[in-house]
């Protein structure tokens, strides 16, 4: 078995919605499709919540009829039968007067509110449900509500979802092609919850990992993961192969395509994904899985917005628990760092939540020195393979800088990564640089895309 995601823009128009059918059915394999909701949706959705929570009644009826009148005429294209249209504007109807029904509810709580958001993947797949049956696809709608469940510090707990879907799953054993929902699940108090924006690929991946499935394919509309950036870098290509380390950090590191939790249930179970493009289905993609093929450099990711703080220990030389006293700071702000570089007697840190900066400086000066600190600094994070037995790597990267000034280097952390800070001014010239350097430079193109 395998599970296929599709995201908000592949299903965000009825004729998108025609060619998944296409996708889904053609190989003639069981797959669970884990859908998005239609692209807007979860915006809109939320914004009704916001109005609502202000206490604008009237303005939250206004967006919901305008989300309404957008699903009204989706549902036109979507179905070419009396029949199929008619169990459509049976959908939406039933959805809309739940969503109207929660104007009244007051207070508006975050129950009503996660309850709101959880409607955009509810209607999207019931929608494209009865298009199956139209079409004379039988597909088993299974409710995401009844096997994803997140335990009281937001996680997923995958015994439940391997047990609860598993029980589901045995029952239907005629059944080849099952559609469920991304990105809602419910909460310790069996409440409706969501695995956070852009949770439907974590969905994919729990599934996964729950049914340990052939395979996970997250299709967008995009041809996989890029070497580089492509709104900065000119010359990019989508990598054809990743293993989930790196892919994790790419992720993290501004690869939005995916969600950066979604390869931890993956790799867990050892299950591969593929990213797949929608418009494309022909490509190749990018195929993450335990192993890869030999190459080292792989891709350049960037994170902006940062800020490094500089923390002197002039009286701590050879001491120790200067390290502890000075992450029990962040912690005690729920601050994450993202990156760090130590000498002697000083640390450099960076953080991309500067909310409670002023605090977090005040109390690092009770016991370090502290000079101002950097803002608007950028990582560039470059992954790979480069295990310790590697020589020249660093060479390359730090030749393609050789003009860019560098405030903070990480080497050795990871054997998938090497990270640098640099002004956010810098950050289109040091991926072009990279770029030409460790991809151009080397004819990588010529063993990317040459087929596996
Ligand atoms: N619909 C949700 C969102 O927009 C989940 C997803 O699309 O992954 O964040
Ligand atoms: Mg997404």
């Known amino acids: 078995m395998q599970v296929w995601k599709f995201g908000g823009t592949s299903v965000g128009k009825p004729e998108r919605m025609h060619s998944i059918k296409n996708l889904i059915t053609e190989d003639g394999n069981r797959k669970i499709v884990v859908l998005s909701a239609l692209s807007g949706t979860t915006n809109a959705l939320i914004s009704i919540g916001e109005s609502l929570k202000s206490h604008n009644d009237a303005e939250a009826t206004q967006k919901i009829n305008e989300l309404y009148a957008h699903y009204e005429s989706f549902i036109k294209e979507l179905y070419s039968t009396e029949a199929g249209y008619a169990e459509g504007k049976a959908i939406i109807e039933k959805e809309f007067s739940f969503i109207r029904s929660l104007v009244n509810i007051k207070p508006f709580s975050v129950k009503q509110e996660k309850e709101i958001v959880a409607e955009g993947e509810l209607l999207s797949t019931q929608m494209f449900e009865a298009y199956l049956r139209e079409e004379g696809i039988s597909a088993a709608l299974l409710p995401a509500l009844d096997f994803m469940l997140i335990d009281a510090d937001n996680e997923p ?4 979802t391997e047990e609860k879907l598993g029980a589901i799953l045995g029952q239907l054993t005629d059944k080849q092609i099952f559609i469920t929902q991304g990105f809602i699940c419910r909460n310790p108090r069996g409440e409706v919850d969501n695995l956070k924006r852009g949770g439907s690929d974590y969905t994919a991946s729990l599934i996964g990992g729950a049914i340990v499935a052939e395979e996970v394919q ?15 870098v000119k010359k990019t290509f989508p990598i054809r192969e990743l293993t989930f380390e790196e892919a994790a950090e790419l992720a993290y590191f ?35 899985a335990d192993k890869t093929s030999d190459r080292e450099i792989k891709a350049i990711a960037a994170k902006d917005n940062l800020t490094a703080i500089y923390i002197h220990s002039t009286r701590m030389l050879n001491a120790y628990g200067f390290l502890r006293r000075v992450f029990e700071v962040f912690e005690k702000y729920k601050t994450p760092v993202d990156m760090i570089t130590t000498s002697e007697v000083s640390v450099s840190v960076t953080i991309d939540n500067d909310e409670h900066l002023e605090e977090i400086m005040a109390e690092l000066r009770q016991f370090a020195d502290l000079e101002e600190c950097d803002k608007d600094q950028t990582i560039v994070c470059i992954v790979g393979n480069f295990s310790a037995d590697k020589e020249g790597i660093a060479l390359k990267v730090l030749e393609a800088m050789k003009n860019i000034p560098i405030r903070m280097i990480c080497y050795g952390a990871s054997e998938h990564n ?35």
Do not use: Q
């Open 157 to 160: 707990v995958l015994k439940f």
């Open 218 to 232: 997250i299709w967008t509309d995009i041809d996989g993961m890029h070497n580089n950036d492509p709104r900065i």
């Open 254 to 288: 501004g690869a939005k395509i995916l969600h950066p939790s979604t390869i931890t249930p993956a790799k867990m179970k050892g299950v591969p994904v593929r990213l797949k493009n929608t418009m494309e289905p022909a490509a190749y993609g990018t195929l993450i």
């Open 418 to 452: 090497i990270t640098l800070l640099i002004h956010g001014k810098n950050k289109a010239a040091a991926l072009n640089a990279l770029n030409e350097r460790c991809f151009l430079y080397e004819d990588a193109m010529k063993d990317i895309f040459s087929a596996p």
